[in-house]
């Protein structure tokens, strides 16, 4: 199968195929599940994702520009380096489920109730990010950027390596473990004799 220009699928699988330097324009697709594809210097531009699903799928150089992504989800997939920030915010709508996202760039995206269960986020930009009833549960966010970012109602729970600088993220009702705790209040200049 290739993916071209100005092309519609619907209601299809695409199985094991590799698309590799192409740019791809105006296309659309629509629940369309992609299992164990890999995506290399591909440029999606202006294309529209709408209830698809990728399953297994490996990432390089991927790029998004003008894109949007309604009802997308991503299994176990492999995404390294990916700037998200350049999809088209209306109608976003994402989630994440065991993938490993390191180097991956989220910044200023609109991304309230989106779920990164049991993900890789190390080195990830949220800044900015309005991350407002966010679920991170099960994922490890070493050195993750949430300066400025929406924090509200976010749950943090069970993450490993999860610290921020509270005076530079809105909190309000934010979930967070014991560990995260001690490190959001180590940085604060507090001692909670626990670390």
């Given at each position: 199968m290739h993916l071209t220009d100005e092309?519609?699928?619907?209601?299809?699988t695409v199985h094991?195929?590799?698309?590799g330097a192409q740019v791809i324009r105006k296309s659309e697709y629509e629940d369309v599940r992609f299992e164990r594809c890999q995506f290399e210097a591909v440029r999606f531009v202006d294309t529209r994702f709408t209830s698809c699903t990728f399953v297994d799928c490996q990432f390089t150089d991927l790029t998004l520009?003008?894109?949007?992504?309604?009802?997308?989800?991503?299994?176990?997939?492999?995404?390294?380096?990916?700037?998200?920030?350049?999809?088209?915010p209306m109608f976003l709508d994402l989630g994440f489920s065991e993938c490993l996202l390191d180097y991956s760039g989220f910044a200023g995206m609109p991304l309230s109730g989106i779920c990164f269960s049991d993900?890789?986020?190390?080195?990830?930009?949220?800044?900015g990010t309005q991350l407002e009833g966010a679920d991170f549960s099960g994922s490890d966010l070493r050195d993750a950027n949430f300066n400025r970012a929406n924090l509200?109602?976010?749950?943090?729970?069970?993450?490993?390596?999860?610290?921020?600088?509270?005076?530079?993220?809105?909190?309000?009702?934010?979930?967070?473990?014991?560990?995260?705790?001690?490190r959001v209040g180590a940085r604060l200049g507090l001692n909670t004799g626990l670390g």
């Open positions: 092309q519609s699928l619907h209601a299809v094991e195929q590799g698309f520009a003008g894109s949007t992504m309604n009802g997308v989800r991503f299994e176990r997939c492999r995404m390294m380096g990916v700037n998200f920030a350049t999809l088209r993900c890789r986020l190390h080195d990830v930009d949220f800044a509200v109602r976010t749950d943090l729970r069970h993450t490993s390596n999860t610290a921020f600088d509270a005076t530079l993220v809105t909190l309000g009702d934010t979930k967070v473990d014991l560990d995260t705790l001690v």
